[in-house]
C-alpha cells in the first residue's frame, strides 16, 4: 500500500506524488496510474456520454420538426392542387357562360331585328288597310248615291 506523505514535505524533498500518493515501487506506480487513467477515461466517457446523450435529444426534435415540417408542407402543397384544379374548372366553366353570353346577345340582336321589321310591317299593312278601308267606304258612298 502507498504511504501517505504530505504534501508540503514532499515539495519540499522534490518527490512525485500522485492524489496525495507517492509511489515506492513498479506495482505501485502501476495501480496509480491504472487509477488515474480509469478514473480520467471514466470522466472523459462520461462527459462524451453525456454530450452525446444531449445532443441526440437535440437531433431527435430536430429530426421531428423536420418530419412535422414536411408533412405541412405536403398539405399546403396538395392544398395548392386542390385549388389550381378548382379555378381551372372555374376558369373553363366562365369561359362556357361567356361564350353563351355572346350567344345570347347575338340571338337577342337578332330578334329585335326581326321584331323592328315586323312592327314596320304591321305599320305598313296598318296603313293599307285604312287605306282599303277608305276605298271600300268610297265605293259604297258612291253605290248609295246610284241606289238613290
Keep these: 500500500m502507498p504511504q501517505s506523505v504530505p504534501r508540503e514535505r514532499a515539495m519540499q524533498e522534490k518527490r512525485f506524488m500522485i492524489f496525495g500518493v507517492e509511489p515506492t ?12 487513467g480509469g478514473g480520467i477515461g471514466a470522466a472523459v466517457w462520461g462527459m462524451r456520454w453525456l454530450i452525446e446523450f444531449a445532443g441526440g435529444r ?11 415540417m414536411r408533412f405541412v408542407v405536403e398539405q ?6 386542390q385549388l389550381t384544379e378548382r ?15 355572346a350567344d345570347c346577345q ?3 340582336a337578332s330578334s329585335e331585328a326581326e321584331v323592328l321589321k315586323l312592327q314596320a310591317i304591321l305599320q305598313g299593312q ?10 271600300v267606304s268610297a265605293e259604297r258612298m258612291e253605290h248609295m248615291k246610284e241606289s238613290k
Design 25 to 36: 515501487n513498479l506495482a505501485q506506480w502501476g495501480v496509480a496510474g491504472l487509477s488515474t
Design 58 to 68: 437535440m437531433d431527435k426534435r430536430a429530426d421531428r420538426l423536420d418530419a412535422d
Design 76 to 81: 399546403l402543397k396538395s392544398q395548392i392542387d
Design 87 to 101: 379555378s381551372n374548372g372555374i376558369s373553363n366553366r366562365l369561359g362556357k357562360v361567356e361564350q353563351d353570353l
Design 106 to 108: 347575338k340571338k337577342h
Design 126 to 135: 296598318a296603313a293599307s288597310r285604312e287605306h282599303a278601308q277608305l276605298i
